[in-house]
């Protein structure tokens, strides 16, 4: 097996809304450059990045898989990622570790939520990125709109270094306007395409777009500035050097038409990744910290420089176990090795390691600075940790996680799965770190956490399919709260006279409301010694651990303040213990005047819907206490905003996909607490209650 150094590596994350084609252009992409001798079909579950069998029965990409394949004798390691919102840690993942982002956008629906999501993401990490308007052929695909649509949302600087030959049906092929050449594909998605000069049809829209290039690509440098001022255009030499230096430092997005179904346009994609991207070596030196004195270290792309690897994936074969995915960032690692993982401090043995070409596994002897490779068995290795010399350490920052998004309550169908469900777990968090299992010290539910429905329920699939566990899936109960609306005075007196010495405690206190979010501030106004200092921070306990238990329906009691400001205490029979309960029957009495309340989360929620969809999904929110906050148009979608209580939201995903036949997306975030309606506070307060006496309510 070849190995290859840095300059000859382009690690490129294919990034893009949900079913914008990327796995079928990942296909394309391998088939062209001959890792595979057929050209696979997600339709058919025949692509090499889409092999789980729940990504082959959905037709839909559920992770970030990698797959390589040599062009131009550079090796293109690509990381496929799925496009969907509920998967979008996967493609943090994948941009994470890339040098350049390959962005593709559908020809027809253009910029979409998720394209701008991810173009962001390319962004905070400094990618270079490239632009794949795909799904040429479609009905109604117009490359025109689609960059009018790109421009919109990102600006000047997407500049086309294709443009396409016939749109929809006449689709056939790209001019390139760096060569200034078309080619021409069959229709055969053979990958076979004939060079010609460039069609009449084409000329005038060529020379003008390729102006614009040359243009852009001058304006990227001042010596080019100057030479294109001398001669009016850029030799054909400088304007690839000059496009490369301006794709590398993101001044300009190359744009491409293409169709992965066709295999059209595929191989000036394959061409712009390997003269266009940078590669490792072109990128500045990966930046972390020394684990012990957290000064900040850097490391070259370089195959000499102390080993240095981040592991941005690990996957659970049933066979092999645990395989760890990782970039080296520097230095070479050889199969049968030790290095350290300077995350845990921990000694780790490395077998034999391989390339992957999506589930299928390629020996090598040794990786280099730049590549990805994978490995085996490794101890305690998790994703998100860094792999080096233990000489030389260096930790890298671990991976930045999104915020899971829908919580489900699981209980398992057999009774005593409980302890079968908690290992499962453990092993599908290992793969899918944004998960979250967490169990509600109130409710005692089960919490199962993830990026939305869809998510959650492909999890809960491998739980049944690879772990042979049942489970159901219920709402959870809402988080309420409480709080108060008045100010009022309290009185707490704890007196007991038993035998010996007795317990004596007594304070008063002062309560108020404070604002939204200030959760709990305890003042001490105690002067002259009515209640000694030592008992003070046991009234302030006693006070906290009664509002937890909340006032009117059992739910933490928050955004007040309490002001002790008197009270008596005994010689003898004072003590923590009764400063604590004087403290707690304080807070009662206090509590009991001012008027007390229910709050509920209320979500900030933005819906991305097709224009036509916009009506009925605004209208539906009202239907469910949302408040709108106004309506935007992004390309052909509406972003409908709106803040909506949670306990309304339960199972929007579901319910949105029905409305808009899955074309709708949604984010939601707790945006802040506020008061239930009276209304219906009594059905909030009444099923609290029917829980604390065991009686499950019914859905
Ligand atoms: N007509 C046409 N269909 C395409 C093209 N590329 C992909 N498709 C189809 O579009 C659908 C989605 O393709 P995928 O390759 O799975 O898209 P994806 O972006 O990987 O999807 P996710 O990973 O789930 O976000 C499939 O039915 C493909 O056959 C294309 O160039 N032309
Ligand atoms: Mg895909």
């Not at 090598?364 to 290795?381: F, H, M, P, Q």
């Not at 304070?507 to 604002?515: E, N, S, Y």
């Not at 945006?671 to 209304?679: I, S």
Request: proline content about 5%; aromatic content about 6%.
């Amino acid at each position: 097996m070849k190995v290859y150094d840095a300059p000859g590596i382009r690690n490129v994350a294919i990034v893009g809304h949900g079913g914008c084609g990327k796995t079928s252009l990942a296909s394309a992409l391998l088939f062209n450059g001959g890792a595979v001798n057929r050209l696979g079909r997600v339709e058919d579950g025949t692509t090499v990045t889409d092999f789980d069998p729940d990504e082959i029965e959905r037709q839909i990409s559920l992770q970030t898989a990698v797959a390589w394949a040599e062009w131009k004798k550079t090796k293109i390691n690509l990381l496929d990622a799925p496009g969907y919102a509920n998967f979008v840690a996967e493609a943090r993942a994948a941009l994470r570790v890339a040098d350049a982002a390959l962005v593709v956008v559908d020809a027809v629906a253009a910029i979409e939520v998720q394209t701008e999501k991810v173009w962001g993401y390319a962004e905070e990490y400094g990618l270079a990125r490239l632009v794949v308007v795909n799904r040429m052929d479609r009905e109604n695909a117009s490359f025109e709109r689609a960059l009018e649509s790109i421009h919109g949302s990102f600006g000047r600087t997407a500049v086309p270094i294709a443009i396409p030959v016939g749109e929809a049906k006449s689709f056939r092929g790209v001019v390139d306007l760096v060569r200034e050449k078309a080619l021409i594909w069959g229709e055969d998605a053979s990958g076979k395409f004939e060079t010609t000069d460039i069609p009449e049809a084409q000329k005038e829209a060529a020379s003008s777009w390729r102006e614009q290039l040359v243009e852009m690509v001058a304006e990227s440098n001042e010596e080019l500035m100057e030479e294109f001022f001398e001669k009016g255009t850029l030799p054909q030499e400088d304007l690839v050097k000059g496009l490369r230096q301006a794709v590398s430092a993101g001044k300009i997005s190359p744009v491409i038409p293409a169709s992965a179904a066709l295999n059209a346009g595929t191989h000036v994609v394959l061409d712009a990744i390997v003269d266009l991207l940078p590669s490792p070596a072109d990128r500045p030196p990966a930046a972390g910290t020394r684990p012990d004195s957290k000064d900040e270290v850097t490391r070259e792309a370089a195959n000499d420089a102390p080993l240095s690897a981040f592991v941005f994936k690990t996957m659970i074969d049933p066979h092999a176990g645990r395989i760890t995915v990782f970039r080296v960032y520097s230095g070479t690692l050889k199969s049968d090795s030790a290095v350290h993982n300077t995350t845990r401090d921990s000694a780790e043995r490395v077998g034999s390691l391989f390339l992957l070409r999506g589930k299928g596994q390629e020996q090598v002897a040794e990786a280099r600075a730049g590549d990805i490779v994978a490995v085996a068995k490794l101890k305690d290795t998790q994703t998100g940790d860094t792999l080096a010399d233990k000489g030389e350490p260096i930790v890298y920052p671990g991976m930045d996680l999104p915020e899971p998004a829908t919580t489900f309550a699981i209980q398992p169908k057999t009774r005593g799965d409980e302890d079968k469900i908690g290992s499962a777990f453990q092993r599908l968090q290992e793969e899918d770190p944004v998960l979250r299992v967490t169990r509600d010290p109130q409710t005692h539910e089960m919490l199962l956490s993830g990026m939305g429905q869809l998510h959650i329920e492909v999890v809960v699939g491998r739980l049944r399919k690879r772990y042979k566990v049942e489970v159901d899936l219920k709402k959870p109960k809402i988080p309420y709260r409480e709080t108060i609306k008045g100010s009022a005075e309290g009185h707490g007196r704890h007196k007991k006279q038993t035998g010996g010495h007795g317990q004596f405690g007594d304070c008063r206190i002062r309560m108020k409301p404070l604002a939204r979010g200030e959760d709990f501030r305890f003042v001490d106004k105690i002067f002259g010694g009515s209640i000694p200092k030592t008992f003070i921070p046991a009234v302030e306990k006693g006070i906290q651990e009664a509002r937890m238990k909340g006032f009117v329906a059992g739910y933490p009691m928050v955004d007040f303040e309490v002001e002790l400001y008197d009270g008596q205490y005994h010689d003898v029979d004072s003590s923590e213990m009764s400063f604590k309960v004087a403290g707690s029957l304080a807070y009662k009495d206090a509590v009991a005047k001012c008027r007390p309340t229910l709050l509920e989360p209320i979500m900030g929620v933005e819906i991305a819907v097709p224009d036509e969809f916009a009506g009925s999904v605004m209208g539906d929110l009202s239907s469910r206490r949302g408040r709108p906050q106004g309506m935007e148009p992004k390309g052909h979608l509406q972003i409908v905003k709106a803040q909506v209580p949670l306990a309304e939201m339960l199972s929007y995903d579901a319910e949105l996909t029905s409305m808009t036949g899955g074309r709708g997306s949604y984010h939601m975030e707790m945006d802040h607490y506020d008061e239930v309606p009276g209304h219906l506070q009594e059905k909030v307060v009444a099923s609290a209650k029917a829980e604390r006496e065991g009686v499950t309510e019914e859905e």
